[in-house]
């Protein structure tokens, strides 16, 4: 079992930036690639970002690619994401993901974000 808890989310303007951030415990961090979704109200939740077990090879979601960044840091069991520029369409509750072999295994409890225009 994963544990997987997200902060970081909040209410900001149009333009600005946060940082979210997930927490795991249990079993090892580094044996799961890792990835942020969202789900906005009345739609599907959808991929935002992954990063490999080993923190390289990101990827995103053509929507915010440019404006977010993942990483990840082993050695504390944490992986981030970094928004900026952010847009009323990005509003959404923010979901850390660990998966393996490309399956989505587990989830966070999620983390609400939201854009004022």
């Known amino acids: 079992q994963v544990q997987l808890v997200e902060s970081g989310g909040g209410l900001v303007q149009t333009g600005g930036s946060l940082r979210l951030s997930c927490a795991a415990s249990g079993r090892t961090f580094s044996d799961y690639d890792m990835g942020w979704y969202r789900q906005a109200p009345g739609k599907e939740r959808e991929f935002v970002a992954r990063i490999r077990w080993r923190g390289d090879s990101p990827s995103y979601a053509d929507s915010v690619k440019g404006r977010f960044t993942i990483s990840r840091d082993n050695a504390k069991n944490t992986v981030s994401l970094q928004m900026n520029g952010l847009k009323p369409e990005d509003t959404a509750i923010y979901y850390c993901?660990?998966?393996?072999?490309?399956?989505?295994?587990?989830w966070g409890q999620g983390t609400q974000v939201t854009v004022s225009s």
């Open positions: 993901n660990a998966a393996v072999a490309g399956i989505n295994v587990y």
